[in-house]
């Protein structure tokens, strides 16, 4: 199994909807804790047993390549609001941070070493309140940014606010408990985002944001402090369990800052 370097951020997708061989739901039953299992048996729906599923061998399995270990041995541990962390982490994979986010059929696991990631996935389905969402939740600023778009824009544009919101949100850990309006995004100009935060100047912020299309009609943003300040690397992954990945050609669509996609061979934004 190749193990793609992590020097820089490392985006793994499944689409889970395509696992269906019963020997791999199987293999990825057996590597579940017994509590993952008992979770897994409170499904109703088999759809929802099998995402549950295919996400916890998924974690497994990529953080097991990192630790050189039986992805069955991995226990974590959970944050205040949640966010979960390796338990136990060895020296070779202590600097390594880890989020995961799903939605639809989409599985998206973000890995960094020496920094920290939040990761979003959400899927364009019919959102019909999103203004009053944004007007309850969203800054003063992006409620305006909102208002001011052609209808058919708008629906994405929030889409994008939504799930870099959430990305930075979970990069903090502090999940929904993090008031959204305390923190905002413009992208007003094309292909950039700027991020601005309270008590925090831009320019000044630790925090960089990309935004891309793993799947049609799906956003996912990532929001990352990274050892690179000035061009990481952000390499993107087909993931099947028990098979090669594959890499993807996506690119993002939007960033506070210039990343070196890999794809086969390096290509800047
Ligand atoms: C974390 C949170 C933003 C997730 O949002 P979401 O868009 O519904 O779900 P996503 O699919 O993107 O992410 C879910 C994954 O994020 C991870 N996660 C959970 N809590 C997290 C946190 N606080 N920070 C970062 N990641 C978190 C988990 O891996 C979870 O997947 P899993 O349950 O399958 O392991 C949201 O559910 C939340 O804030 N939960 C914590 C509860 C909380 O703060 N309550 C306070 C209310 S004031």
Redesign the pocket.
């Known amino acids: 199994m190749r193990v793609p370097s992590i020097d820089g951020i490392s985006i793994w997708i499944c689409r889970h909807d395509r696992i269906s061989s019963p020997e791999d739901l199987a293999r990825c039953w057996d590597l579940l804790s017994e509590t993952e299992r008992r979770r897994g048996e409170g499904f109703r729906l088999a759809s929802d047993r099998h995402a549950?599923v295919v996400?916890?061998a998924m974690?497994r399995l990529l953080l097991s390549r990192y630790r050189a270990t039986d992805p069955r041995s991995l226990l974590f541990d959970?944050?205040a609001?949640?966010?979960?962390s390796l338990r136990n982490a060895l020296a070779e994979s202590a600097d390594l941070d880890f989020?995961?986010?799903?939605?639809g059929n989409v599985i998206a696991l973000g890995m960094v070493n020496r920094g920290t990631i939040?990761?979003?996935?959400?899927a364009s389905g019919c959102r019909p309140a999103f203004l009053g969402v944004a007007r309850r939740f969203f800054t003063r600023g992006e409620v305006a940014a909102l208002e001011a778009l052609p209808d058919d824009a708008r629906a994405d544009c929030f889409l994008q606010l939504w799930a870099l919101k959430?990305a930075y949100?979970?990069?903090?850990?502090?999940?929904?408990?993090i008031p959204f309006d305390s923190f905002g995004f413009c992208l007003e100009k094309p292909a950039s985002i700027r991020f601005h935060a309270n008590g925090n100047r831009e320019g000044t912020s630790p925090w960089s944001f990309w935004l891309l299309s793993p799947a049609a009609g799906v956003v996912m943003a990532i929001c990352a402090r990274t050892a690179d300040r000035t061009q990481p690397t952000i390499g993107v992954y087909e993931f099947r369990p028990f098979a090669e990945d594959t890499p993807m050609t996506c690119r993002p669509t939007r960033a506070s800052l210039p990343a070196t996609i890999k794809i086969d061979k390096d290509a800047a934004l």
């Open positions: 549950y996400t916890r974690q959970k944050g609001f949640g966010r979960p989020n995961l986010s799903h939605d939040g990761i979003d996935v959400t959430e949100v979970k990069a903090l850990g502090g999940g929904l408990s």
